[in-house]
């Protein structure tokens, strides 16, 4: 991202901070009172935040009393002065979801997930987004409703690929994703495999570490998707 890629766009700037994060401070409602804690996060297609979250704790408690609830992104490490970096408040409501597509894109992401994912107290939500609020340094801050901050165009196609796009590069093109996380994205490390792919770029992850590489423009079908990978490894080789 440009230093002035947030003046020039603000909704992508942000969504892309949103996709890019794989944890989230999230605020909830205690008998009235704000209530924060640390919460591993996903997105769906069109960037609204998934969480997995079990019902014996106490932001699901708050949760099922009052949906409403925020969530705040921080991408401000490697700055000398955090407040200089950037940062992103999503407001909006968590609704409790069974949707299997979406809970294998969340565990994907958070491998050890998989491990608790089954279990009948946790449940998948996604949260209904109605307003974002970015600051991305001093003097840029900038109020986005939902209906620029999410991925309008329909992403159905891309998002019954996923699955086979996933296998297919994980089992058939390691060196092409390795290529991606170290030679486009400066990643060190040996074993990145792709947790997710949409619209604008796809998920990479080794072991705790994740990382986002986002596409030069926004690709809708599978085919699109393929040829902006072979684009990207084309790209890297070079």
Known sequence: MSE???????AG?????????DRAALATSLRGMPYASLVMLATDLDASPLLLLSDLAQHSRNISFDPRISLLLDATEGYPDPLAGPRLTVIGRAEAIDDKPLLARFTARHPAASFYAGFADFHLYR????RGHLVAGFGLIDWIEASELLFAPDTRALAAAEPAILAHMNADHSEAIADY????????????????????????????????LDFPHAVLTPEAARAALVSLAERARR
């Not at 002035?4 to 603000?10: F, G, K, L, S």
């Not at 949260?127 to 109605?130: Q, R």
């Not at 490390?189 to 990479?204: A, F, H, K, N, Q």
């Open 181 to 212: 996380a170290q030679r486009l994205l400066g990643r060190a490390g040996s074993g990145w495999r792709m947790t997710g792919i949409d619209p604008e770029g796809t998920d990479l992850r080794r072991e705790g570490e994740t990382a986002r």
């Open 13 to 21: 700037f942000a969504r892309r901070l949103l996709r890019g994060r």
């Open 127 to 130: 949260v209904a987004v109605e």
């Open 4 to 10: 002035t890629e947030p003046a020039q766009d603000p």
